[in-house]
């Protein structure tokens, strides 16, 4: 909760010093800020203390570094394919730590994680050697299209905000509808984790389509498919249901995440705004989470189910209108 919060401010933050900063500089404090909070983070007991630590690393450290590698992918060249390729490194991630780690948390306990987290941080520090020291766009760029830019990328926020309450609805209380469906907790861990790894045929399947197909037409085909998963949820009856729609719901996710970054990077001309995409994410999943808390105390399990379905044809219907008003190609590469 805390972390989540210091990372959404942390995306407001980064729209005053994305175009100002050195890069490089802000990813060695972002990463050596991950570190440092997540060692911290394995010796504290206090609660108030932990808390407070966390905050500072989700705002300094994750979130900062978040909102800059959200800056940067949106001034390449391939802006679809390099999102796409990005998720897949994430979810890869996730994935090996899904396998690997919940031993080591049995027997060491929660500390595991935040010396992973520290470690992951700690490998990827050379890599900022990589990365550009500023944005590519100009000030000329952001004088000249200011007003139809900065419309526009607010189109993308709201749509990422919108879905992400979706998202936040159903995947906050998607294991206790499978346990209401009498489905067994060792079947639930085992449906989360097939649909974590088969999502990753959705980013892949991006990487290789990238905006061959236009961006309006991938994102249609997965707002519908996250529709068609949480109808499969409605009626939820076996594990093997659960497995199909958890799979379609983390594929269209996957799937549809990449073009959405595409058109904020595309609409955002100053190269400011698109920071806040991060700070979307972030507030998206925890209303959605709190809206779906809401009407299962009157409505039932099921309403979340609804949300799920009605926001993401809402994010749809944003998107579409937005991608209608854009370039297909209108990215700059990125210097070298």
Known sequence: GVEVAGSAIAGVAAIFWVRLWNWRRVALVALLTMIIGNIASAFVTDFVTLATIRFCTG???AGTAYALSVAALSDTHEVDKNF??????????AIVGFLVLPPYIAELGPQVVFWSLALIAAIT??????????SHKSLAG??????????LVWFAVTCQCVWYMGLGGVWAFVERLASDANIAAEGIGQALAVGLAVGLIGAFAAALLADRFGRIIPFTIAMLGQVAAVVLLVD???IGTLIIAICVYNTTWNFALPYL??????????GRLVVLMTT??????TIGAMIAGTM????????ILYQGGILAIAALAIYIGLALRLPPKSAAPMPD
């Open 261 to 270: 970054f595409a058109v904020a990077a595309v609409a955002d001309t100053g």
């Open 236 to 238: 939820l009856e076996s």
């Open 59 to 61: 705002l300094v450290g």
């Open 125 to 134: 520090l050379p890599m900022i050697r990589f990365l550009p020291t500023k």
């Open 296 to 303: 299962i105390g009157r409505y039932g399990l099921e309403a």
């Open 142 to 151: 952001e004088t000249n299209q200011s007003k139809s830019g900065s419309t």
């Open 84 to 93: 796409s390729i990005t998720i897949v490194a994430m979810v890869s991630v």
């Open 280 to 285: 979307a994410q972030a507030l998206g999943l």
